[in-house]
């Protein structure tokens, strides 16, 4: 059967982004829209649209042009959504790259989306230029001043108005974030203007956020959950937001109490950390009224601390960087249930499947979730074969993920098919750690999973069998793995064995291995 909202179907703007965010701002131009919340420095919406439209046209005079990509490798800044929207004006593409990766792991992006320019802040310089000298960038610029790129002040300076550029909302990308989707590495996914127009407007029809309220934009805008979610739906509706280049615990604080956030869009181990640690009874955040949990599963018992600890309201949403990312939420105006991610958005569908059979499944029977709905990718980017492991022909996407619906309609994710780990929020591939370790010379064989941890809710595990003779210890394969990946990414922990188990084909069994490693933490 098919699940659907409890809430009525919303019409779905037929504009391109920019232009809808920012469509209603001449009612509060002086307004501050973005906060850098370690500085102060603000740009009220007046001044934003305005730094939007002189940097569109510093870009135009550049030679950037529709159907171009612009990598932003950069944490939060206010001008990163000052370029973000220049170029989507333009009918360019975003393709946003964690700051944290190395420079092979940017040159990778760089080069599959086709990357035009790239932006960066003087201390990622050094890597942002060694992948661009890999790849086909043609010039690189810097939010501030460095030697060897160019200021992205140089925007600003060409006096210009920038060009009217005709924009199919249906067809034209917006922007072009990386996931690992179900299995193996990144892939670009293809989100069009209108994916991410209608998982705003479906949000916001059940996510009233009024005008006056301040949210916390510590979630990183390379990621969707910042990209969207933050960024863009909360711009949308007028409200202001505080930026964070990234997080100490500290300063998050500091910045909740200084600028009296009322809502703060979170992932649980800053939850966690909101619940246990002794820093938050020093600060007054009795502004704080809603935390909002996405990106990875919230423990009941971590959610239940931080909102009696606070006395605010903490719920959970779901959604995939393939659902842009939006598919349910816990809504204010309806029952919180703190272990569910909610209800369904208006104008999405959600089937609950059993993986053997292909079979709906009735209430409370656990099945993968499949979605549906304007908010679903375009595709994967250059990869025809994984779209359609994805997507099927009837336009459902195949989450990977594994819930039930219980019979008030309320949804729960429980476990996953894919074999992602999900660190703190963040995808990592086992298949991609998997090269890595089995890269070094005293390896025979190894599989990585995920460990269940939590503080970080999960963290790489790898198994690994060494070769004869070999004398590698824990602590020197990890040290191995750290200097090849992002930070987030690394192994953790290792254990050492026989052998993987495997199927005859050679598939590694990680669920067997998962199964032991539950058992063993258990016991």
């Known amino acids: 059967m098919i699940y659907r909202s409890p809430f009525p179907d919303v019409t779905i703007p037929d504009v391109a982004l920019m232009p809808f965010v920012f469509r209603n701002v001449s009612a509060y131009a002086d307004k501050p829209a973005i906060i850098e919340g370690p500085t102060g420095r603000t740009y009220t919406y007046g001044q934003l649209v305005d730094a939007i439209r002189k940097t569109a046209a510093g870009l135009h005079a550049r030679g950037f042009r529709k159907g171009d990509v612009f990598a932003i490798f950069s944490p939060n800044l206010p001008e990163y959504a000052v370029l973000f929207y220049a170029v989507n004006m333009l009918g360019g593409i975003i393709t946003t790259i964690n700051p944290l990766y190395t420079a092979d792991e940017l040159a990778h992006q760089l080069e599959d989306a086709g990357a035009k320019y790239l932006i960066t802040i003087p201390l990622f310089l050094d890597k942002a230029t060694e992948a661009a000298r890999q790849t086909g960038i043609e010039e690189v610029f810097v939010f501030g001043e460095a030697e060897g790129a160019t200021p992205f002040a140089e925007f600003m300076k060409s006096g ?288 990585v999973i995920p460990s269940p941890d939590e503080e970080a809710g999960e963290v790489p595990k790898a198994f690994i069998v060494r070769k004869p003779g070999a004398t590698l210890t824990e602590e020197e394969i990890m040290a191995y793995v750290a200097e090849r990946v992002a930070p987030y990414k690394k192994i953790r922990r290792v254990e050492f064995l026989e052998a993987i188990p495997k199927v005859p084909s050679g598939k590694i069994l990680r669920r067997k291995l998962v199964e032991r490693e539950r058992a063993s933490l258990a016991g």
């Open 160 to 447: 210009s108005e920038p060009p009217e550029v005709a924009i199919d909302p249906r067809e034209d990308l917006a922007v072009l974030p990386y996931s690992s989707g179900t299995t193996g590495l990144p892939k670009g996914v293809m989100l069009t203007h209108r994916n991410l127009v209608a998982n705003i407007t479906q949000a916001l029809a059940v996510e009233k956020i009024d005008r006056d309220e301040v949210l916390m934009a510590i979630l990183p805008f390379y990621h969707i959950y910042g990209m969207v979610v933050v960024m863009s739906m909360c711009l949308s509706t007028g409200a202001t937001i505080v930026t964070m280049p990234r997080f100490d615990l500290e300063q998050f604080l500091e910045i909740l109490q200084k600028h009296r956030v009322t809502y703060a869009h979170l992932v649980p181990p800053i939850i966690l950390a909101l619940a246990k640690h002794p820093l938050v009874d020093r600060y007054d955040l009795s502004a704080l009224q809603n935390i909002f949990s996405g990106a990875a599963p919230l423990p009941e018992s971590v959610a239940k601390g931080c909102a009696g600890r606070l006395g605010c309201i903490v719920r959970q949403g779901y959604g995939l960087t393939e659902t842009s990312p939006v598919t349910h939420m816990n809504t204010r105006d309806r029952e919180i249930r703190i272990t569910s991610v909610g209800v369904p958005l208006p104008n999405t569908e959600v089937r609950i499947v059993d993986v053997a059979t292909g079979e709906d499944l009735p209430p409370g029977e656990p099945g993968e979730l499949w979605m549906r709905g304007p908010q679903v990718m375009k595709g994967y980017h250059n990869r025809p074969e994984a779209t359609a492991d994805m997507i099927d022909e009837e336009g459902w996407l195949h989450s990977g993920d594994v819930g039930y619906v219980d019979e008030d309609g309320y949804h729960y994710v429980i476990d996953r098919v894919k074999e992602l780990i999900k660190y703190k929020g963040l995808q990592v591939a086992p298949a991609e750690l998997e090269a890595v370790v089995q890269s070094h010379p005293a390896v025979a064989d190894a599989a």
